[in-house]
C-alpha cells in the first residue's frame, strides 16, 4: 500500500512537471535551434495545415567517396538564402502580374508583408546553432531600394527594426478594402488572420547575427524586380506618388527575359505609369540604389574589406576551411548568372592561395546554371581541396554531386527565406579517415514576431514553394556528404 | 423483479378497460412523436446521408472549358486537396424516352477518378459505348429504369444505372434532368473532346479548411473564365431553405407534442393514484416502503407504455415515411431506412420514462401519508370554488369537469396547443397549395412587373386598387473589373429593397447609404468578399462603380450572385439604365384583376417568375407531408378531450349511478359528458385561435419571411372548420364515453361509494 502511495506520488509528480512546462510553453520536442534533424514542420493529414513532426536524420551521400566514420570537427557555418526582404508598399512593384502565373509569380506573394520578421526569426534561430561564419548568398532584399537593404542590414545587425514604408501603416495591395479577390487579404480571406498588417508595419526587434556574417551579391539587390537595371525613371517610380494598379491592356509582357531591358522599360514608362493608377505615399528611402552603392554598404555590413566594384571575396570560415564569395550578379540587368573571366582567373589564383585548406565556394546563381559558372566549375574540378560550391537563387533545395579527376565536391542550393519551406541551412565539416564529410541540415527559423504566420502562408501559397517542391527530397535536405581527398593534413 | 412485474400484469389486465385506454393514449402521442420524428430526421440527416453515400465533392468549379491539363495543374498545387476529377458538363441537349422528351437535358460526360454521385440501382458506367447512368429524379419522372434505352442528343443510349447526386435538387424541381456518359464511350459519341473540362469536382483533405483552398483556387484562377464555385456546405445550405421551415414546424410540434403526452399522462396517472388511494394505505400499512409503492406504478406505467410508446411510434413513422421520403427524392437526397430506429428508439426510451415518471411521482406523493389518512381517502387538492352553470344534464357535466380545475386547466391548454397546430397547419398548407399556382416566387414580394414605363407610370401604377406598393427596380448586369470572368447582377430599389426583396441576412446588416452592398453569398464566395470588403463593378456602360460590402445574403436567384444597392451610384456608372416597376399586391388581391385594371389604364405587366411547374410537385409534397402531421393531431386531440372525460365519468361513476338509478339513460349521461366536454372546448378554442393568430402563425412567417410572404394567420372558414372538428370530437368523445359507463351496472358503479 505505502509502494503504491509513492509510485502514485512519482507518477503524479511527473504528470505536474510535464504540464508545467508545457504551460510554460517549453515544448520538449521543440529543438531551440531550429535543427530539423529533431524535428520540423510536416503536414501528415495534407489538409494544409503545418504542425511540428518528428526530424529527418542524415542521409549519408556516398555518391563521391565511400561512408565513413566522421571524426573531428572542422567547421561549423550556416547559409540564408533569398530573404527578399521587401517593401511590399512600395510603387515600384508590380504585384498584379502574379496572377499571369509563371514566371511573374515571384511579384506577389501572400506572405510578403512579413518579409523583415521571417530574417529576423531566422538570425534567431541561427544564433543559437552557434556557427563560426553565416553566409547570405543573396537576394538578401527584393527590389533594388535603399530602404529594404537598410531594413534588412538592421536585422542582421540587431536592434529594432522599423519594417515601415511610405505613411505609417500598411499601403498596399492586401488591404481589405482592395475589391480584387485575386490577392491574398488577411482581414477576410481564409486564413484569416485580422489585424496581421498593422502589426507587421510595427517595428519588431532583431537579435542580430553573433556570428560573422559574409554577403554574396544577388540580382534583387541590384535589379529592379530582379531584372531590369534601375534608371531614373524606375527610380522615380519607387519614391513616387502613384501605384501602378494594372497593365493597360496594350501593354505586352515579355516572358523572355532578354527582351525586358532597360530601353524597353524606360519606353514603357516615357508617358508615366502604363495604366490606371492609384495615390500611395511617397518615401524617398525608396530610391534605387546603383550596384557599387549596394556593394559598398553589404562590404561595410558584412565582415567583407576590399574596395572592388564586385563583391569577389574570400575569408576563413574557421582554421583550416577557407570561404570564397562570387559576385555573378548582372549589372546590365537579367536574372541569370555572370562570371566575367577575370572573375575565372581570381578564383584561380584564390584556389592556390587556399592551399592545403578545404575550400567552400559561394555564389547566388548555381554554378551550373550559366555559361561563366561552368567554366568557374571547370576550375574547382581541378581543386581537390574544394568541398562544395553552395547557392541560393533557385529557391529550391538540392544537393548534386560533381565528380572530377580530383575527387569531386558537391553542387548545394538552399531554398529562399521568402517561399517555402522558409529554412536556412546548416553546415558541419568534420575530418575522416580518407578526407571529409560534410554535415548540411535544414534549419527552421522561430515563430517570433509573425514568423510563423509567414511560414503557414508560404505553405498554402498555390504559386508558392510548396506546389513547386522547393524543398526537394530528403537526399536534398539532411545528408552527410562524403568526400575523399588524396591531399592528407 | 420477475413476481413484481407478473403482478403488475395481472393487476393491468383486472382493469383491462382503463389500461387499454391509457395505452390508446399513450399510441396517440407516440405516433405523434414517430411523425414528427421521422420527417425531422429524414430532412436534418438526409442531405448528410446522400453526400455521404454520393461521395460528394467539396468543391464544385464550374467555367469556360479549358484543357484539362491547364486545370489540373492549378488544381494540383491548391493545399488541401485529397483527389480530384473533372468533367464536361453540356446543356440543352435533347433526352427522349418511349414518349417522354425534353431538350434541357443535362449531360455530364465523366472521365476517371471520382464520380460524385451514387448509383441506387443498376450500374456504374463501364465506359462500354452505348451506357448511359439517369438521375433518380429523371428514372422516377418518366418512369426508367436500367436496361431501358434513352436516346441522348440522338444517340441511342442503353440505361446502365440511376445516381443520385444531391448538389442540385432533383429533376423535375430542377428543369435539367442530368444523365451521365463516360467520356471514352458515348461521350466520344457525342462529339465530347475528352481533353476539355468545364467542371472540376474536388474533395479535400479537411473539409473545415475549405476555405483556404477556396482562397487559393481564386488566387490562380486568373484567364479562366465565367468561373463559378459551388462548395457541398453552400449545397447543403440552398436545400436545406427549402426544407427549413418544414423541419422548424415539425421541432417546435414535437415539442408541443411532448408537452401534450407529459400533461396528459400526468394527468391520467394522478387521477388513478386518487382512484386507488385504498390500495397504497393498504400496501404502506403492510410495510411497503414509499420507494416499493412508487416503483409498483413505475413498473405497471412501463408495461402499459412499452408496447403502446412503440405501436404509436411505428404506426406515426409509417405514415409520414411515404411523403418524407417523396419529400427527400425531390431534394436528391436519401431516406433514413434503417437508421431512423436509433431516433425512434430514443423517442420510446423518453416516452416510457415520461409515463413512468408521470405515475411514479402522484404516488410517491400519496404514500408520504400516514396509512390511515390514505385510507380514508384524502383528497391530493383542495376543492374548487362553485360558479354558476346552466341548469340541466349540460350543466351538471360541466360543473362536474370544471370541478378539477388543476386537471381542466392543462386539457383545456393541451387543446389549446392541439387546436393552433391544426390551425397552424391547415392555413400553411392552404399557402403552399397557393403558392402552387400564385405567381409570387421565392424570395420576391412582389407578385407583378412592368416594363419599359415612363416614370409616369409609377403614380398611376400605386393608384390601382390592390396594389399595395409600387417602387421602380434597376437591375444592371456586371462584371468583376479584375478580369477573374466573373458575372453578377446588381439590383437597386430606391429605398428599403426589402419592402420588395428580402433575401435573409447571414452576416452583417443591410444596405443604408448608397455605397454599401448586400451580395448573395454565392458572390461573396466568387470574389472572397467579406463584410468590410469592396466590390468593384464593371457596368455596360464600360464604367466601374464601387460598393462597401455591409451584409452578405442568401439570395436564391443567380446562384447568390447577386448585390443589392441604392440606384444612385449604380445610375452614376450607367446614366441610361432604366427600371421596371415592382408591383406589390395587398393581401387577398386578385393579380389577374389588377393586371387587368392596369392594362385598362394602358400599363402592360408581366407576372413575377413564379413557382415553376417543377417546384409545384415539391409544394404539393410539402403539404402532403403537413396534413399527415395534422391528421396524427387531430387524433391526439381526440385522445384529449376522450381521457378528460373518461376521467371524470370514473371519479364521477358513483354520481352518475345515481342518475341512472333515477332513470336517466344513455342519452342523458350522453348530455352530461358532453357538456363536460363543450366546456374544455369552448375554453379551448378561442385560446387556440388566439395562440394561432398572436403567437404560432406570426412566428413561423416570421422564420419564412425572408423567402417568401406566408400571411399565416388562420382565415375564418379555417377557424370555423376547426371549431366545428373540435365539437364534433367532443361529441365523438362523450358518445364513447358514456357508452362504456353504460356497460358498468349501477350496483357495482353504487358500491364503489
Partial sequence: MRLAAILLGVVLAGAVALAVADWRGGSAGEPPTGSTLSATYVDPDG??????GAGEALVDRSELAPSARPGRQLALFAQLSDAHVVDEESPARLPFLDRLGAPLTSTFRPQEALTGQVLAATVESLNALGPQAVVSTGDLIDNAQSNELSQALSILRGGTVDPNGGAPGYDGVQSADNPDPLYYRPDVDAPRHPGLLEEAERPFPSPGLHAPWYPVMGNHELLFQGEVRPSARTSSVATGRRALLRLDPSVEIPTDERALTPDLVDRLLSGGLPGPTAGTPPDRSRRQLPAEGVARRLRGAGDVG?????LDYSFDIAPGVRGIALDAARRDGGAKGRLGPGQIEWLSRELDRAGRRWVVVFSHQPLDSFAGGRRALAVLDRSPGVVAAVAGHTHRNSIVPRRSPSGGYWLVTTGA??????????????QTANGVALETWMVDHSEANLAGVSRELAFLDAQGGRPRGNAGTRLDRNARLFKASSIRR | MIASARGAWSRLRGRRGRSLLAAAGIAAVAAMMGTATTVAYGLATGFDRAAERADLPDLIARFEPEQVDEVDARVEALPNVASRSYRQEATEVPLASAGQATSSGAVHVVGDGRRGYAIVAGDDLSGAGDEVVVERGLADAWGLAPGDRLSVAGV????????????NVAFPLASAPRVYVASQGLGAQLGADPGLTNMALIWSQDPSRLDTTLVQARAVSFGIDNLRFLTRAGVQVQLDEAAGIVIALLIAFSAAALGVAGVTLGATARAEVQRRLETIGVMRGLGFSRIGVAAQYGLEAVIVAVPAGALGLGVGALLAYGPSARLLESLNELPPGAALLAPLAGCLLVIVGLVALATMWPAWRAASRRPAEILRGAELTARPRRLPYPAGFFGLGARLVAARVGRTAATVSVLAVSTALVLLMLALATRLDALQNDPASLGKRYQLTVNGAPDSTLPVVRDVPGVAAAAPRYEASAADSFQLGETFKLIAFPGDHTEYESPPVTEGRRVQTAGEAEIGAGLANALGARRGSTIAAQLGSGREVRFRVVGIVAALGNEGRVAYVRPTRLLEGDPGLTPAIAV???PGADPAQVTSELRSRGIDTAAVGAATSSSREFLGVLADVLRVVAIVNILIALFILTQSLALTALERRPTLAVLRAGGAGRREVALVL?????LVVALAAPAGVVLERAVLGPAVADMAVDYVTLPLSADVGQIT?????????????ALWVARQVGRTPIAVALREE
Avoid: K, W
Fill in chain 1, 47 to 52: 489538409n494544409g495545415r503545418l504542425d511540428r
Fill in chain 1, 306 to 310: 576590399g574596395r572592388r566594384p564586385l
Fill in chain 1, 417 to 430: 527565406l521568402i517561399d517555402y519551406p522558409q529554412q536556412s541551412r546548416a553546415f558541419r565539416l568534420l
Fill in chain 2, 156 to 167: 441511342d443510349a442503353r440505361i446502365v444505372g440511376v445516381a443520385v447526386a444531391p448538389d
Fill in chain 2, 584 to 586: 406589390r399586391l395587398s
Fill in chain 2, 674 to 678: 358532453a357538456g363536460g366536454a363543450t
Fill in chain 2, 721 to 733: 372548420f376547426a371549431v366545428l372538428g373540435l365539437l364534433l370530437l367532443a361529441l365523438t368523445a
